[in-house]
């Protein structure tokens, strides 16, 4: 699955926590949104790794699963394509 993950920490510690997480899984797109494609247990890892990273009260994340469909229709201005990158493994 494809998805866009955004989020806004109130707090220094808490929003480098997030971000370096979200660096585990994907790509930063921008300051605090970041383009992952994940199956669904690695979805569930970084899920639950988010949300003890947070503060509920006064932290935010948002994930947003962009279908193949709408992946396609999207358009992206500037510099930087799709992170959606395959993965090379050199021997």
């Known amino acids: 699955m494809f998805l866009t993950v955004t989020y806004d920490c109130s707090n220094d510690k808490r929003r480098n926590r997030v971000s370096k997480i979200l660096l585990d899984y994907g790509y930063r797109v921008q300051y ?3 383009e992952v494609e994940l199956d669904a247990r690695r979805f569930q890892e970084m899920h639950d790794r988010l949300l003890g990273a947070i503060d509920a009260t006064e932290d935010s994340i948002r994930i947003y699963r962009i279908c193949e469909r709408c992946l396609e229709q999207t358009r992206i201005h500037g510099v930087r ?4 990158q395959e993965r090379l493994f050199i021997v």
Do not use: A, K, P, Q
């Not at 394509?81 to 959606?84: F, I, K, S």
């Open 32 to 34: 605090s949104v970041f």
């Open 81 to 84: 394509g799709l992170t959606n």
